[in-house]
């Protein structure tokens, strides 16, 4: 939300990476949410499909250099924060 609001205020036009600079794993993201929901369903994992990607990491190099932003959450807290704004959204 911050990097959006910084990115208002810019002229032009640009484009941004907004993220951690961390590698993620989809597994690591399924276990950090199956943890923070409290399930214990273990992974499924099928058969790769070509052209699917297996990594990922985001550099924000370009935003910290253009609008001063930099990522303030690890994962797991911006994850947390996203199921707690769910769950009170549904309360």
Do not use: C
């Not at 276990?31 to 499909?49: A, D, F, T």
Request: aromatic share 8%.
């Amino acid at each position: 939300m911050a990097a959006n609001l910084l990115a208002l205020g810019l002229k032009g036009n640009d484009t941004f990476n907004i993220g951690t600079a961390r590698e993620s794993t989809i597994n690591e993201v399924y276990r950090i949410l199956n943890q923070l929901i409290g399930s214990n369903k273990p992974e499924k994992h099928g058969p790769g499909k070509e052209g699917e990607q297996f990594r990922s990491v985001i550099d924000p190099s370009h935003a910290l250099k253009v609008m001063g932003w930099k990522p303030r959450f690890s994962l797991d807290t911006g994850l947390r924060e996203t199921v707690d704004f769910f769950r009170k959204a549904k309360a």
